[in-house]
């Protein structure tokens, strides 16, 4: 470092120390552009690295494949670099924490929007933020302007309690105008429900059927006791038991053998201690532990179990979970009654049975609940009956129904009493068409069931109509009266009979199921040869909803598959029971000489379509469809000994079809008892896995639900080779 100058220094010293002074400062600059120089340098060599560092990271020979693969995000798009990618990440997770604060808020809003909703026509303070307009602070007295008493703060906000410091504003319920959201509380019996969402669920779950053989009645629970249950062993009338969390159902007209079935809260052990039967005198019923009441588990994963009422039951209670009873019930199952006066007539099917049934016996058989239809016996209010005038008499044991009469025809009626079937005030009376009560003096009947109390009476001269007299006490709900018809049968064009109503037995005869498979000589070796093809409109490519021909069938995806040699001879609109078309399929075979490896034959769909006559195995004409089968396979024997011949049945379908005479399994049954009677291979159409039903997956196959769309060749293709390959 050079020397300072001294106030002493003469003028010749001070300059040389100054010539000192400049050359360390040239120095020092020179110094300086070094280090600058060494920095660049240092910088070059940084960038140098890191682009040697990144061509390491970028050549996919040279790296670790995980690293490359993970440049690549979630949704695909590729990144230069990970380092790229996870700042990326990075800038989306605060986009999302940003959007989560954004959501808290949003859902704070919904909470203040659905405590409104709930509580109509109420105003009330709610607790908020410093700056909202309209906000008071909160005090605990000597509220001045801006600010609210403590005691004067009536919130409704589902956990609040106002606390001094607390900012709150005044809200405001439903109006007025809200008044169809509020009447939608209100289920169809008057119960009133905390919002319209319970209302509707709550009614739907305690009307929903449970099994279609076993009908049931309505809810029979005449009353609910929340948070108490009867004590097992205890007498139906002492103490109980004190529980929040559960409630019992109490029902004071139990009948003996009667099923009843409960939903419970528990299946196992503790199932026994759920449902009780007392006696007239409240006394419980011992349950043979064993059995139970004889329950039988019903429906497991909806916990409904079936309990039978001992024989001298009176009433029962079953107990369940609070926050289980708006699925609650106890309902009794109803036994079923043979009707041999019912006479059902094709108009009487509906559409399935239509399809499936070409006749029934007149003498068929069907069951019904235990109560006769409203149109048959139509009941009066509870607490009359008719007297000989023909006027309604006070009398509150008594209830009234009618029934309509014919000349001559004997009826079978239960009475209450055998010793008051003619004279006044008896059980029943016959009317004229002008409502004259015919002498009961006149009247024939003899006694058909004495210990049921079941009568056999004539209908006299000039009745058209008849009445019965009930006794409430014994029958509350009129279940055991009923009037039928002992000879003769008659028709009711109201009647609408399903297949629910069949018994088991009785559904296997008139409704056919399909009892066949797939018959196959397999392997097949399809590959380079020759293959024609027989059918109608589905074979020969027309495809929904326009009906418009693809150049890509199912027969041709098929053939092209295995590089065959293809010949297609569908024709739209063809039957194989038809001997009259040139162009049916039946006709198309029987004139087809052309030798080829593979003959393949696709019919049926329009037969069942259009009902032609299905026949029976042994027929050899073909005016029925068994028959023109029969004709096929006969030539096909004859001239096509050579080659490979396959049928496949008729694909699934998801129409109706008001012509056709019984169900399409009929003519696939049909088609497998002929073609395998005779040595030929049978796909089952069924199993190519075309829909049954309408949806998404129908519309996207076969939107018309007969022919396949172009997806649905394709898929008929894949099929088909699946099951032949």
Partial sequence: MADLINTTDSLNTGRVKINAIIADASAAVITAQGASTTAGEA?????????????????????????????????????ATLKERLDSSDAQLADIENTKAEQAALNVEKARIDNLVTTPNVSFYEKTTV???????????????????????TPVAVGYTPIAGDYVRLVYGVATGSAELIDARTGADGTPYSNAGNAVRNQVSNGFNLTRANPITDDLTESTIDGEYYLYTTNFGSARNVLATVYTGVLNTIVPGAKYRVKVYTLGTKTENICNFYD??????????SSFYGYTVIDADKKIVEFTAPANASKMTYTNLLSEKAKGYCKKVLTKLPINWLEVGQ???????????????????????GKISNNLVNLY??????????????????????????VGKKYRIKVYSLTSIVGDFAVIYFWTASGTRISPASYVYTVYDEANKIIEITAPVGAVSGTLTYLRDLDPIGESYFV?????????????VNEDNLADALKLKVIPQLKYGHSLDKPFNFTGKTITWFGDSITAGSTSPSLAVTANSYCKLFSDKFGMTYENQAVSGTYICDTVNASSILNKVLNYMTQRDFLVISGGTNDWTFGKPVGALGDTTGDTFYGALHLMCQHLKTNHANA????????????????????????????????????FSVVDGSAVGFPTEQGAFANSMCTDGVHPTELGHSFYAKGLSGILA
């Fill in 347 to 369: 108009s009487n099917l509906d559409a399935t049975l239509t399809k499936a049934i070409q006749s029934i016996d007149n003498a068929l058989t069907l069951t019904t609940t």
């Fill in 484 to 496: 039928s018809q002992s000879e003769g049968k008659t028709s009711y064009d109201w009647l609408v």
């Fill in 43 to 79: 910088k070059t060599t940084a960038n140098s690295v890191q682009t040697q560092l990144d061509t390491i990271i970028l050549a996919n020979g040279a790296s670790d494949a995980e690293v490359v693969q993970s440049r690549v995000d979630k949704g695909g798009k590729l990144y």
């Fill in 381 to 406: 209010d509870w607490g009359y009956y008719l007297g000989t005038t023909g006027n309604h008499v006070a009398d509150a044991g008594m209830g009234t129904g009618y029934f309509d009469a014919e």
């Fill in 280 to 289: 007239s005198s409240g006394v419980i019923i011992s349950p043979d532990l």
């Fill in 644 to 679: 490979k011949v396959i049928f496949i049945t008729p694909i699934n379908q998801n129409v109706s079809r008001p012509n056709a005479i019984t169900t399409m399994d009929v003519y696939r049954n049909a088609i497998f008892e002929v073609v395998s009677s005779n040595g």
């Fill in 131 to 153: 700056g909202i307009t309209g906000a008071l602070l909160v005090v605990a007295s000597g509220a001045t302007t801006g600010q609210i008493n403590l005691s004067g703060v």
